[in-house]
């Protein structure tokens, strides 16, 4: 019996998964970390830590499988193993491929001026190079022009510029390959002619050499390096495919490869995901593209940087009593506190949240926009604020789809994955929120999924992506908008309100 292993390297965790050919998830680990914010833009990682919890996950779901005598696991048995990652979080080598430096996250606004910069520039032949609507600082290519004026030293002595993808593939293989999806957002790759932007590159100064090997997404690169295996307890025969962005992979692991299908994740950000063969859908250009991890096709997905990680940022806070309670052998503290928002009207008696605690993306891009709790009284307690969050999420989501609409799709349903899925309480009010059923999926981490997938169509043991979606991707729970609908209408407004006029605040207080 053949098996496949899914590794998702996400903004807080990495994530590891075993599956069955027949979908069935065999193991889940996860290890967490912390994230460096020395500043409110700055927000970095040793890229060390990416690689420790991918060896960490990788031998706890071995050792979980090997302790199961019954199910006759061994390592040998795992056939490929697949990648994916959050984008744009830049890690740079020296030529004996060690980090010069943290690597810069995702999250990280520092590069503003170095953003502005790009955006005169290019802005008018940006979305149809790159499918991105505008150059913010979240982008790879912003944070290496910052990294050229800011850390001149670092910038002369890197040899490669990296993703998270790349650098886990790099330390699984011992070579230096991407593709195009996680690239997307990189504003270093052309998603149409599926090749670097040559124009970007002279811009900052970089050659392809100093880049991994563009390839196709779903490819086997190589099998894992002697070095590799061993640290993993893995079979060095175990190919290494390419998995893509995580929310590329995610929406192969919800069966989101057909034009029109729509579906969502609420992890630490919130993305919304639409498959699409035309990468220029949107005349007006403000809605996000990305290549697909299905061949042919585009991504549409705008994205809101915290989504779960508000819900976190609350928990860390906040959440002192229930996190004891769980390190009593309690239920989850996430958990304990959406048990609290259970007993919370619709709109939490007037307080509404804003959770861009990092800025804004989509639909309102602003970097310098920040978290908000708005009309709060004595008379609120713990369990409004966590309502007000989940709230503010699913606002956040049915903002994206009214854009999307605009556009000229509809949508009839939503498939939901991400550790917000897991929350009963929080998918009910997304279908109230949005009007539309929301589904669930029985293999929640849909990421791990999608790259379990691409791994056994890689390797053979699965014919297609298509036979592959039929057979392992199951759907979970449905929920259907219900009397709460009408009630959101009106709060939805007020959200939208209190977002645009906020907005403008944050507007007018950067150009003082």
Not at 36 to 48: G, K, R, Y
Not at 97 to 109: C, E, G, H, Q, T
Not at 205 to 222: F, Y
Not at 396 to 401: A, G, V, Y
């Amino acid at each position: 019996m053949h098996f496949l292993l899914g590794i998702d390297a996400g903004t807080t965790s990495v994530k590891t998964g075993l599956f069955a050919l027949d979908g069935r998830c065999l193991a889940v680990e996860r290890e967490e970390y912390t994230l460096d914010t020395p500043a409110p833009d700055i927000v970095e990682l040793n890229p060390e830590i990416y690689w420790q919890a991918c060896q960490k996950t990788v031998q706890s779901v071995l050792n979980q499988c090997s302790s199961d005598l019954s199910s006759g696991f061994d390592p040998s048995q795992i056939v490929a193993l697949a990648v994916s990652s959050q984008g744009e979080t830049s890690i740079m080598l020296d030529r004996f491929s060690k980090p010069l430096r943290p690597a810069i996250v995702w999250l990280d606004n520092r590069a503003t001026v170095e953003a502005r910069y790009l955006n005169e520039r290019y802005h008018d032949i940006l979305y149809q190079v790159t499918g991105e609507t505008d150059v913010i600082p979240t982008w790879t290519a912003c944070k290496i022009l910052w990294i050229r004026e800011n850390q001149p030293e670092i910038f002369k002595s890197t040899d490669k510029f990296l993703l998270v993808q790349d650098w886990l593939v790099y330390r699984l293989t011992g070579e230096y390959f991407t593709e195009a999806s996680v690239s997307s957002s990189s504003l270093l790759c052309d998603i149409v002619k599926y090749s670097w932007w040559d124009v970007m590159l002279d811009e900052l100064g970089i050659s392809e050499r100093q880049l991994p090997k563009l390839s196709r997404t779903g490819t086997v690169v190589g099998s894992l390096s002697k070095a590799a295996a061993e640290e993993l307890g893995l079979d060095p025969r175990t190919s290494v495919v390419l998995g893509g962005m995580d929310q590329t992979a995610g929406a192969v692991g919800a069966g989101n490869i057909l034009p029109g299908m729509v579906s969502e994740t609420t992890g630490a950000a919130l993305a919304v995901q639409i498959s699409s063969f035309a990468h220029n859908l949107d005349p007006k250009y403000q809605i996000p593209v990305y290549r697909h991890s299905a061949p042919g096709l585009y991504l549409v997905c705008p994205f809101c940087p915290t989504a779960g990680m508000a819900f976190k940022w609350f928990r860390d806070t906040f959440g002192d009593l229930e996190m004891e309670k769980m390190d009593r052998g309690d239920r989850d503290a996430y958990d304990l506190l959406t048990d609290l928002a259970k007993e919370i009207p619709p709109g939490a008696d007037g307080l509404l949240a804003l959770p861009h605690l990092q800025g804004s993306v989509n639909p309102i891009y602003n970097s310098e926009a920040r978290g908000v709790f708005s009309g709060f009284s004595l008379g609120h307690k713990k369990g409004h604020f966590v309502r007000a969050i989940l709230e503010s999420v699913a606002f956040m989501l049915r903002r994206n789809l009214d854009q999307i609409h605009l556009s000229g799709i509809s949508t009839s349903e939503i498939r939901s994955s991400g550790g917000g899925a897991k929350s009963v309480l929080w998918n009910q009010i997304k279908a109230d929120v949005c009007g539309v059923p929301v589904l669930t999926l029985i293999n929640e981490e849909a990421a791990l999924l999608g790259n379990a997938i691409q791994a056994g169509v890689a390797c053979g043991e699965i014919k297609s992506l298509e036979e592959g979606c039929n057979q392992m991707v199951a759907l979970g729970n449905r929920f259907i908008p219900g009397s709460d609908q009408e009630t959101y209408q009106l709060i939805y407004s007020r959200y939208c309100d209190l977002d645009d006029t906020l907005n403008a605040y944050y507007l007018r207080k950067t150009d003082k």
